[in-house]
């Protein structure tokens, strides 16, 4: 330890050397509400270098210091670190009082008040310098300032200290060391904030609350919270100094619009004044703040400005309307949003403003909140609905069968799951909010109850689910509805004009499709056709077709689904108007078909016509052990090729009909689970006789593209010859992090926490694409596949498409455009187009 003294604080005038760097935010802000002319009291910056210093012991210089109480005596000591959002030691008051500033208040202001003023900094010296025990100078009446500082005689065997600048000096220490404290540390990291971020501070004159005339501090704020509409709001407490309350205290609200008297009536020069101040403030810190002021017998001092707090939405309107009154380029607004921000504003949200009652809490999977009864069952969920009752559909996990049930209900929480568990992919798919692996609550199917701690609820209970946080609330809670107003669309306007990636929408059905059109989804970047034969209608031809002995049975239960199929690409091409459809062949494993239980086994013996032993042997033999790395995707199509010729003829067929209504489709069509340049040219063969016979049956020509889903570890490998023969390649990452993890997707969310809370992942790789692995495998796939098929178009179709970082991560390394869930359409366009902004900064 060096013993040499440190640099001192230096006056922050207009043309003093400050910056946020050196001496925190707050001593920056202060020097511009200085430049503005606004009323701030003389105000002094330590630098973050000093303060470090003094928090190691080093000695401050007491002459420099003394300088500081040059005006009424009193000061005040807050904290300037680089960010607000990083927080700092609580602000100190009063200090420089002592036995001769206190005679002098005394004829200025009254005994009382100057009793009050005193003995407040003697309590905050006494507990969080001298380090006593509060609860020894807790005291009232007439003569608790001499009791506080007999007290602290006692306690300390010294007087309180009278020299202002010793008094400075300790402050300052006990807060540069509250900075460096293990507690102080791990807050601010949770805020983002790096270990060893520095800490400023200010020293400031402080303007008395107290005495003769309009005295007292308060307030102001210009926007509306919540919504980020314009609205004064705010409060002034007269005869209030810090905490010294002197007699004639009185609250005032700022307008007429809040309940109670308003300082707008009772003082409105005063008023005029601030809103002025709050004008000037918006053009020149080009934010909307909140400003802090005293009044000394009816003259203002500004004391503190800091960014108003808001709402993700109020966040939205401010950004759009300072752009548009000229204040920000629209650049920055575009950067000044949250991407994720936008996913909530699509769905209702919880009023951050009412109370919640939480009962337990998952993993966030599709964003927005809904309240209603608890249903078990997709029946359950499907009955209440034709009641007219919102519920909330709550499984274990849920199953391809329960896409009805999620259809019904307003939301869906699951007690295991993880980002890309079925839930949690449908969920997002249609925007329903939902929670994924609620693992602090307990379903019991049988008796149809939910225990979260010691709650237990019953079906029918109202519940609450933040598919944004991941809560789970008792009862009903005050949502506020989705804000698809004029600053969204403003906002997507000029995201859209800043360029970046491509966005387009995964869509499986019409109303997909058509929410995909609504967020101005430049395609169809992924259509999961599999969903579309779990429909009531269809599975009993899709069973028949499983259980066919020969062929031609297959061919003649296929021919059953072909018009359907057809009907249902038709109309996706007719709501894409041209737009690009990328339609993926039949995926999963055909056991996800067939009943698991005795009672559906036995209902599909009696509508198939055949013995309950043979339906069950065929079920059995058709159960895989991994059948997410069994017969699935392209395996099948190989397999029982006359699936996907049914596929791509209803396919081509649709093109024609499409196109003969509107304009020219040219369908995509996208072969899954490939690992091998043979598969692709197998399928390859079978699709283009099939493309001939339409074109002959329908005597018309049509083109169309073939793509290959990169999501085997194998086919990012081999890229290069499998882009030879494909048109555009498509990462579905979702697979690919499964298997280059060989973590299952559907139990990951089991041990997820625990891995991520002990940083054996930074975050969940199915939520967050994992640049180092899966990344590398994506570059590599991509650079193969570009230098084998330099026009090739690539693309993510995974859940990370949705993701911002992840898209960010898809810029830089030559995507052409990303795929996500229709809700985070404009979530991807945001971060797309700050990606764009960001590769042109050069950053
Ligand atoms: C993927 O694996 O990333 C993908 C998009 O396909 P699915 O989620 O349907 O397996
Ligand atoms: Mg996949």
């Given at each position: 330890m ?17 910056s ?13 509400l ?10 002094f910056?330590v ?7 003094i ?9 420099e ?8 005596g009193?000061?005040?000591v807050?904290p ?7 927080g700092?030691?609580?602000t100190?008051?009063?200090v ?32 969080h ?8 100078f ?13 007290i602290?005689?006692g306690e ?22 509250a900075?460096?404290?293990p ?5 601010r990291?949770?805020?983002?904030a ?34 980020g509409?314009?609205?004064v709001?705010?409060?002034f407490?007269g ?5 010294t309350?002197?007699s004639?205290?009185e ?15 009772s ?5 005029d004044?601030l ?30 400005a ?27 607004a ?9 996913a ?13 009652d ?18 078990f ?9 034709s ?21 019904a ?8 799951g993880g ?12 925007g329903?909010?939902c929670?994924v ?13 939910l ?9 029918g ?17 005050v ?10 669309t403003?906002?997507?306007d ?8 491509g ?22 970047g ?13 599975l009993?031809?899709?069973r028949?077709?499983?259980?066919a002995?020969?062929?031609e ?9 072909l ?23 039949f ?6 078909f067939?009943?698991?239980d ?13 013995p ?37 003829r209803?396919?081509?067929?649709a ?9 020219p ?8 689970l ?11 063969t079978?699709?283009?006789?099939v ?18 889903m ?5 086919a ?18 979702n ?6 993890y060989g973590?299952?997707?559907d ?26 692995g899966?990344?590398?495998l ?9 230098l ?17 970082e ?13 795929s996500?869930s ?8 945001l ?13």
């Amino acid at each position: 330890m060096t013993s040499a003294p440190i640099a001192s604080a230096i006056e922050i005038t207009p043309t003093a050397k400050i910056s946020r760097e050196t001496h925190g935010w707050r001593s920056k802000c202060l020097q511009r509400l200085i430049r503005m002319d606004l009323p701030v009291p003389r105000s002094f910056a330590v630098d973050c270098d000093s303060v470090r210093s003094i928090s190691q012991g080093r000695p401050i210089p007491a002459t420099e210091l003394a300088e500081i109480f040059g005006g009424s005596g009193l000061v005040s000591v807050r904290p300037s670190a680089v960010s607000p959002e990083w927080g700092g030691p609580g602000t100190v008051l009063n200090v420089g009082i002592n036995d001769a500033l206190h005679e002098r208040l005394t004829a200025q202001i009254g005994r009382a008040n100057a009793d009050g003023v005193y003995l407040s900094f003697v309590q905050s010296y006494a507990t969080h310098i001298a380090r006593l025990d509060p609860d020894l100078f807790t005291l009232d009446g007439p003569d608790a300032l001499a009791r506080a500082l007999d007290i602290y005689r006692g306690e300390t065997d010294e007087d309180f200290p009278q020299d202002p600048v010793k008094q400075l000096s300790e402050v300052l220490r006990s807060m540069a060391r509250a900075w460096d404290g293990p507690t102080a540390r791990l807050l601010r990291q949770a805020k983002g904030a790096p270990a060893d971020a520095p800490l400023g501070l200010v020293v400031q004159e402080m303007a008395l609350a107290l005495g003769p005339g309009l005295c007292g501090s308060g307030t102001i704020q210009f926007i509306d919270p919540v919504t980020g509409t314009p609205r004064v709001t705010g409060r002034f407490r007269g005869q209030h100094h810090g905490q010294t309350v002197g007699s004639g205290a009185e609250t005032l609200y700022l307008t007429q619009d809040d309940r109670g008297p308003a300082l707008e009536d009772s003082a409105p020069e005063i008023f005029d004044e601030l809103i002025r101040f709050g004008i000037a403030s918006r053009e020149r810190l080009r934010e909307e703040m909140q400003i802090e002021f005293v009044l000394t017998g009816g003259a203002i001092s500004v004391i503190d400005a800091v960014r108003t707090q808001r709402s993700a939405r109020a966040g939205l309107r401010v950004a759009v309307s300072l752009a548009r009154d000229g204040i920000i380029p629209v650049e920055e607004a575009l950067m000044r949003v949250e991407p994720r921000a936008l996913a909530e504003l699509l769905h209702h949200q919880i009023d951050p403003r009412a109370p919640r009652d939480l009962i337990a809490r998952g993993i966030d999977a599709s964003p927005g909140a809904a309240t209603g009864r608890i249903v078990f069952s997709a029946s359950a969920a499907q009955a209440a609905q034709s009641r007219g009752e919102p519920c909330i559909l709550v499984r274990r996990e849920t199953v391809p069968e329960d896409i009805r049930g999620m259809h019904a209900a307003v939301g869906v929480l699951t007690e295991r799951g993880g980002t890309t568990s079925h839930a949690a992919v449908i969920a997002r798919g249609i925007g329903l909010p939902c929670i994924v692996g609620a693992t602090g609550i307990v379903i019991d199917a049988r008796n149809r109850t939910l225990r979260a701690g010691a709650r237990t609820l019953s079906e029918g209970d109202e519940i609450t689910i933040d598919g944004s946080t991941g809560e789970i609330l008792a009862g009903a809670a005050v949502l506020l509805p989705p804000a698809l107003d004029d600053a969204f669309t403003q906002l997507m306007d000029w995201a859209e004009d800043a360029g970046g990636l491509g966005v387009r929408a995964n869509a499986d059905t019409p109303e997909d499709a058509l929410t995909a059109r609504r967020f101005r989804a430049q395609g169809i970047g992924l259509c999961r056709t599999e969903h579309m034969f779990f429909d009531a209608e269809r599975l009993p031809a899709m069973r028949e077709m499983i259980f066919a002995d020969t062929p031609e049975d297959r061919r003649l239960a296929l021919e059953r689904i072909l018009p359907m199929q057809r009907a249902d690409f038709t109309r996706l091409f007719e709501i894409m108007a041209g737009h690009p459809v990328t339609i993926r062949l039949f995926d999963p494993p055909l056991h996800e078909f067939l009943p698991s239980d005795r009672d559906g086994l036995r209902e599909l013996a009696a509508s198939l016509d055949l013995p309950l032993s043979d339906v069950t042997r065929r079920v059995e033999a058709l159960t895989e052990f991994n059948p997410m790395l069994g017969m699935r995707g392209v395996r099948l199509g190989i397999t029982v090729p006359e699936i996907y010729d049914m596929q791509a003829r209803a396919i081509f067929e649709a093109a024609v009909e499409a196109g003969h209504k509107g304009d020219p489709v040219v369908p995509e069509i996208m072969i899954p689970l490939v690992s091998a340049m043979k598969e692709v040219e197998l399928v390859r063969t079978r699709v283009d006789s099939v493309a001939a016979a339409v074109r002959n049956e329908r005597r018309t020509d049509f083109t169309y593209h073939l793509g290959v889903m990169v999501e085997t570890p194998r086919a990012a490998l081999r890229a290069g010859d499998i882009a030879e023969h494909s048109a555009f390649l498509s990462f579905g990452t979702n697979d690919l992090t499964q298997m280059t993890y060989g973590l299952s997707r559907d139990d990951a969310g089991r041990f997820m926490g625990t891995y991520v809370n002990q940083g054996v992942f930074a975050e969940d790789p199915f939520h967050l694409l994992d640049e180092d692995g899966v990344g590398e495998l994506v570059l590599t796939g991509v650079e193969r596949a570009r230098l084998h098929n330099p026009d090739i178009t690539i693309s993510v179709c995974g859940e990370h498409g949705g993701n911002p970082e992840s898209i960010a991560f898809c810029d830089r390394v030559g995507i052409d455009y990303v795929s996500c869930s229709p809700f985070r359409v404009p979530v991807a366009r945001l971060a797309s187009a700050q990606s764009a902004i960001h590769r042109r900064r050069g950053r």
